[in-house]
């Protein structure tokens, strides 16, 4: 059965659930890998040929978190086609992704943030754009947690500036409200009074962040910008995500609800958010481990 015209169908449908374009193209390249194989092969679309593509797979150095996607591409696949009528039963329901080990976030100290933030205020708002913004995107990924793509699409509509609430469009267009405290108001009300183009930007015009031209900021220029800033700290080497990490051990480490976290970060399980209490955890035992005498 070749398979390989149900594609852009496939494509049409991944795109319609609201699917990443990064995702949509990695599940494309997966399934179409495995066409190809099963091609070349003259196999039956069956659990065997699916775990014979996935050995060929690991036999050729892919890792673990690779094999996971793929085993999940195909499965999304496969199920798709059941719904779709294009085959009787799904031969992805008994294929089982490897176990991964999941790696602790890393995270930033509070007295690295503390000082990195005290240097930030302190550079002049006036004539300053560049520092505005380094400061307010620094202020508003720590503050509420959220991802750099989200912090792109923000709007200045999107601003309620009497409750200090944020609405951000994550993953799948859904949308949340974030708080925010007085030190991102502050960077906020800086930059929109003396950093933001005071011209209305001919493609973003409601864009919060804006390059001097009046485009909204790239999403590879604002990893450059929290990784120039968090090298200056002890933290070395790191992006925007360590913010977000940080940021959500930092409210769990002062005694934030799991759910409440949960509900900042955007994610759809409770499963994912408690890494963070497996870090908090951590952090206790490795001071515990430094400053307790009988340790």
């Given amino acids: 059965m070749d398979l390989t015209d149900e594609l852009t169908g496939y494509g049409r449908w991944l795109s319609s ?12 390249s997966d399934v179409r890998d495995y066409l190809e194989f099963q091609k070349a092969t003259k196999a039956e679309l069956n659990l065997e040929s699916l775990r014979a593509w996935l050995y060929k797979q690991s036999e050729a150095g892919a890792t673990k978190s690779t094999l996971a996607r793929k085993t999940s591409s195909i499965k999304v696949f496969t199920g798709w086609l059941v719904d779709e009528g294009k085959i009787d ?17 890393k995270v930033a100290s509070e007295k690295s943030l503390s000082e990195l933030f005290e240097r930030l205020s302190a550079a002049p708002s006036r004539g300053n754009p560049q520092g505005l913004m380094a400061r307010l995107v620094m202020e508003l990924l720590y503050a509420t947690g959220m991802r750099v793509s989200e912090l792109r699409g923000l709007d200045v509509t999107d601003i309620d500036h009497s409750r200090q609430l944020l609405k951000v469009t994550g993953k ?9 405290g007085q030190s991102a108001k502050d960077a906020l009300d800086d930059w929109l009074r003396f950093g933001r183009p005071a011209f209305d930007a001919e493609h973003s015009p409601d864009s919060l962040l804006l390059t001097s031209r009046g485009r909204r900021v790239g999403v590879r220029q604002l990893y ?3 990784a120039k800033q968090l090298a200056t700290t002890s933290t070395g080497s790191a992006g925007p995500h360590t913010l977000r990490h940080s940021a959500a051990t930092h409210l ?10 949960q509900e900042i970060l955007g994610h759809a399980s409770l499963g994912t958010t408690q890494i ?13 481990e430094q400053a307790h005498p009988r340790a």
Avoid: C, W
Avoid at 252 to 261: E, K, Q, S, T, Y
């Fill in 224 to 226: 450059d910008l929290v």
């Fill in 276 to 288: 963070y209490t497996h870090v908090s955890v951590e952090r206790l035992r490795s001071s515990f």
């Fill in 172 to 180: 799948g267009d859904k949308q949340r409200m974030l708080p925010f």
């Fill in 89 to 105: 039963s799904d031969p992805g329901l008994r294929l089982r992704s490897p176990k991964l080990d999941r790696p602790l976030p």
């Fill in 252 to 261: 769990l480490d002062h005694g934030a609800d799991l759910r409440a976290v």
């Fill in 17 to 28: 659930r609201g699917t990443s374009p990064n995702t949509q193209k990695a599940y494309l």
